[in-house]
């Protein structure tokens, strides 16, 4: 079949714009549709949704203050919940009381008996009495605490170098027929205690008899046979 288009063009053209008109105007209705329904929803949830949950909120926060005013001893359980907040701090802080059996192994020779030792943490002083086989093993005892230092490493690797005691004196001593009695008094880095640190001592190896210094006897000894006077 044969068909003819008797419409003008102007015509033709005409159709199209109103074609074209009515699809733009339901695509316009469309998404203001869509639009509304958008504007609608987040009315509902601002003003009716949010507000619920405002509300809810609300009471369950008044519920709570509730319980915890009527808590008994609410002013106590919370200083000692700050306390307890307060414990890894303090923790850090206190000396490593632990490290004093090593330290004494390590400086303490072999014929020497510690039978008290008051230490001071917070004046990092200390007081050694004890007894000894000899004279020589105190002075010993004395000249390895004044020479001994140590290596502290912290926890960002840095490492601290110095000597471990000051100020070591032999305050006292006394020697009979069987032993020799000491007292011993000296001041200690605080660093060699702390916790946060890894502390390692030098100790030296002192040998047994002091210098002609501090024994003049050995100055004063028989020359060999022969030799000029």
Partial sequence: MVQFNLLP????????????????MAFSVLLS?????????????VNVAQKKSL???DKDIKSASSKLTGTKDLNQILTVQNQLNSLPALNAQKPATARLFDYVKELTPTNAFINKL??????????????????????????TLKFTSYTAQDTSGNKTTAKAFSDVVLSAFNR????????????FDPIIFNTTDTVKLTVPDIISTRSAIDQP?????????????
């Fill in 55 to 57: 509300s809810d909120l």
């Fill in 9 to 24: 063009d102007v015509k033709l053209e005409y159709v199209r714009a109103r074609r074209t008109q009515r699809v733009v």
């Fill in 118 to 143: 008051d230490i001071d943490y917070t004046q990092n002083t200390a007081i050694l009495t004890g007894t000894a086989d000899a004279i020589d093993t105190v002075n010993t005892f004395v000249d």
């Fill in 217 to 229: 006897k050995a100055l004063f000894q028989a020359a060999p046979s022969g030799s000029n006077q």
């Fill in 33 to 45: 549709a869509i639009a509304l329904v958008i504007f609608v929803s987040l009315l509902l949830l």
């Fill in 176 to 187: 009979d027929s069987k032993e020799a009695t000491y007292t011993i008094t000296l001041s």
